[in-house]
């Protein structure tokens, strides 16, 4: 039998120009909607060479045209793009202009780190970037046979990387980066984002949204494309990957980097949108020499020659690509969420050596803004793939904060609360954003945890030492970034995909923080978001606490995605979710640690596990605290 899937890298690959020699730079970005009974390429070409502008391409999904106007010098440079925005608005054949956002973007390398900086210096602009690429090869050799069952199932993949950071970024090469080849795209990985040097905060923007949402709605034959997300390698810079509003996707698998050891690196950020995490090497201490030897994963390098320097969470990402792979193979039926299903019911504890941040959440899954829901156990995803059945549809519901603002002081922690009566078609949670936004002097000294009905804490962001912005998260309705013509263009998508939400166009300025923490869990009760700000750390901070001492929580809104279950899930369902989360002990995590390595090991290991039968065999008295329900702990293979 065989299958056939594209893997694409948004990666850049080659220092070359595709369809212009000038610099990016040179240009300024357009998208376009044509009318219905102008949609047609041809039809895109010839406006764009009336217009003296140049047809960049089509992005799939959202309808647009990419043109590129030719950036004149001084006033002229201005009065050229007005020009040509009035000339495209008054052409009858054309629906909507927008002009695209220039976006600061980076590989995920290594801020802050010497060492690495010198690895890195001779081949700066491209060398980290094409080693993903032979990784994933090497995960993925053509004439590789692997065994499900005495059946032999040979790989044929495609990988394709689409030149996306040599030059100026834009939201529309964003998006249409995010939307190329969908139809059969199975999985893409993606190991870049903003800045990772604790400073910014930076979620994608309404074309990007619209772009994942079409992705996973109509990628893969409709089944949906794995958008796989590097984590991030700010650590050195005390950065968050809650700031980073690509990784805390609901639409998105976070992964992130362990060494051999199975510990985490010191380069690694932490937070609660992460899925999993992936073996790629590197030390778990920065300032310490560990007393072993580093291994890492060897892959091919420039120049013919292979490194054995290849880690980082850009690595992890199209290791973990490579590894969902070989899931789809063994059922392609699998959708997007089957494979976050899957990865939260099987990822397994990596170590018992770091267990600080380990929580059990009240339905039953062990969660850890460190390594997500564990480490990926590909031998694990493929016996349960293999009779997996598709989870329902999801849904989702927003609820909003009604209270009048809260003040925010130095040094002081305030709750506010929304109680969830009612979720329609939710009953078990997967992924839930909190949408938040607040002023006060110094962002990186704001810390804000969601926390559940069922207990668990999820820090939706840390305090970041860099980070000084005197902004904080603005709220405003009035529409700031987007155009009237962007309106219309939301009402379209809306039509195409009812995942795509108008409160993102309006201007509604806030960010949107995610968590997979409460996965599995009921939505209802009451919601708390707990809001702590910090004595000044420096100087600096200090200086801007004497001019604004106080801040203001301005929004908080929450919005839960789940599934719904059938009458004979519910009970089940019901059942397990009167747990509430608790921290484990120490002995605790150890017995989950061993019965997944021992379930790993099991000669059964391909055979489809009769889950209630595990339960009530593997019940376990309570350990002696009041807190533990560890007897009640249902994951994956029967806790």
């Known amino acids: 039998m065989y299958k056939k899937f594209l893997v694409i890298l948004f990666l850049c690959v080659f220092n070359v120009n595709t369809y212009q020699e000038e610099n990016d730079d040179d240009f300024i970005d357009i998208g376009v909607r044509l009318t219905g009974d102008n949609r047609d390429y041809l039809i895109a070409d010839l406006i764009a060479e009336e217009k003296n502008l140049f047809n960049a391409g089509h992005i799939s999904g959202i309808g647009l045209h990419h043109f590129r106007i030719q950036r004149k010098h ?78 032999y199932y040979k790989k044929q993949w495609y990988l394709v990387s689409i030149r996306l950071l040599d030059g100026r970024i834009t939201t529309l090469l964003e998006a249409r980066a995010l939307t190329l080849f969908a139809a059969n795209t199975s999985i893409k990985s993606a190991s870049w984002g903003p800045t990772d040097d604790g ?58 980097s362990i060494n051999h050891l199975g510990k985490t690196t010191y380069f690694g950020e932490f937070c609660p949108s992460t899925m999993a995490v992936a073996y790629t090497g590197g030390r778990h201490a920065r300032s310490i020499r560990e007393p072993f030897i580093p291994v890492g994963v060897v ?5 013919g ?26 059922n392609p039926e699998l959708t997007y969420r089957d494979i976050m299903h899957i990865i939260a019911e099987t990822a397994r504890i990596p170590n018992l050596s770091e267990t600080d941040d380990w929580m059990i959440n009240g339905a039953g899954f062990h969660v850890s803004d460190k390594f997500g829901f564990g480490v990926l156990d590909v031998g694990q995803m493929i016996a349960l793939a293999q009779n997996w059945t598709n989870v329902n549809p999801r849904y989702d519901c927003y609820h909003e904060y009604k209270g009048s603002p809260v003040q925010l ?89 009812t995942s795509v939400h108008i409160y993102i166009f309006l201007g509604i300025k806030y960010f949107p923080f995610m968590s997979a923490h409460k996965w599995g869990e009921s939505p209802i009760g009451r ?53 509430n989360a608790f921290i484990p002990t120490h002995n605790e995590l150890e017995w989950i640690y061993k019965r997944e390595l021992s379930i790993r090991e099991s000669p059964n290991v391909m055979q489809k596990r009769d889950y209630q039968n595990l339960i009530n065999e593997r019940q376990r008295p309570k350990e002696n605290s009041d807190q533990s329900l560890f007897s009640t702990f249902r994951k994956t293979f029967g806790f």
């Open 299 to 303: 892959a091919a390098d420039v120049g």
């Open 527 to 579: 919601w708390t978001l707990r809001i702590e700000t910090r004595t000044p750390q420096n100087d600096g901070s200090m200086k801007s606490a004497i001019d604004d001492d106080t801040g203001e929580l301005n929004y908080f809104g929450l919005r839960l995605y789940g599934s719904y279950s059938s009458n004979d899930e519910k009970n089940n369902i019901q059942k397990r979710q009167e747990s």
């Open 305 to 330: 020659k292979c490194t054995t320097k290849f880690f980082g969470t850009s690595g992890a990402a199209p290791v973990a690509a490579g590894a969902l792979a070989l899931v789809l193979e063994a």
């Open 74 to 151: 001084g006033r002229r440079s201005k009065r050229a793009l007005d020009d040509a925005i009035e000339d495209l608005k008054h052409d009858e054949r054309i629906e909507y202009v927008t002009i695209a956002e220039s976006l600061e973007r980076q590989k995920r390398e290594f801020i802050n780190d010497d060492e690495l900086e010198e690895l890195y210096k001779k081949y700066r602009h491209w060398k980290h970037n094409q080693s993903p690429i032979d990784m994933e090869s090497i995960t993925d050799n053509s004439s590789f046979k692997m065994s499900f069952d005495d059946t």
């Open 409 to 497: 002081t130095i040094g002081a922690s305030v709750e506010v609360n929304i109680d969830v009566d009612k979720c329609e078609n939710v009953t078990n949670l997967e992924h839930v954003q909190a949408n938040v936004s607040f002023s006060f002097h110094r962002r990186g000294d704001v810390k804000v945890t969601l926390i559940s009905p069922s207990g668990t804490l999820s820090e939706m962001i840390s305090y970041r030492d860099n980070d000084a912005s005197k902004k904080g998260i603005y709220y405003c309705l009035q529409i700031e970034m987007y155009t009237v013509e962007s309106f219309v263009l939301l009402c379209v998508m809306s039509l195409m995909n």
């Open 199 to 256: 400073t910014k905060m930076e979620a994608p923007g309404a074309l990007v949204n619209a772009a994942l949402d079409y992705g996973v709605t109509h990628g893969r034959q409709g089944k949906g494309t794995l958008f796989v997300w590097a984590s991030g390698n700010g650590g050195t810079a005390g950065d968050d990957c809650g700031a980073d509003g690509y990784v805390s996707h609901p639409n998105v698998i976070s992964i992130g």
